[in-house]
C-alpha cells in the first residue's frame, strides 16, 4: 500500500482532518507534525476540502520503519 507522509498548515486544521481519518483509515503519527496517511485517506481529505502539504511519497514498510526508531529514540 502506498502511504503518504504530510503535514498540516496548522493545529486547527491538523486536529478537524485526523479526528476524521481515524475512524475509518489508517493514521501513524511521526515527530515534528508529520502523519503518515493512505492513498484512500488523503482521497477523504480532498473531499473534506482540507488542506495538507504532501511530504513524501513511500511505502508501508517505510512507515513502519519510521515509527520504530521514532520509538526507539
Do not use: N, Q, W
Not at 2 to 21: G, H, Q, S, Y
Not at 29 to 37: A, H, Q, R
Amino acid at each position: 500500500m502506498e502511504m503518504v507522509r504530510v503535514r498540516f498548515p496548522d493545529r486547527e486544521t491538523e486536529a478537524k482532518a485526523i479526528a476524521r481519518l481515524v475512524r475509518r483509515h489508517r493514521v501513524v503519527c511521526l515527530p515534528e507534525g508529520e502523519f503518515e496517511l493512505s492513498e484512500p485517506a488523503l482521497a477523504a481529505l480532498d473531499e473534506l476540502g482540507m488542506a495538507y502539504d504532501v511530504v513524501a511519497r513511500e511505502g508501508l514498510d517505510h512507515a513502519l520503519k519510521a515509527l520504530r526508531v521514532a520509538v526507539a529514540a
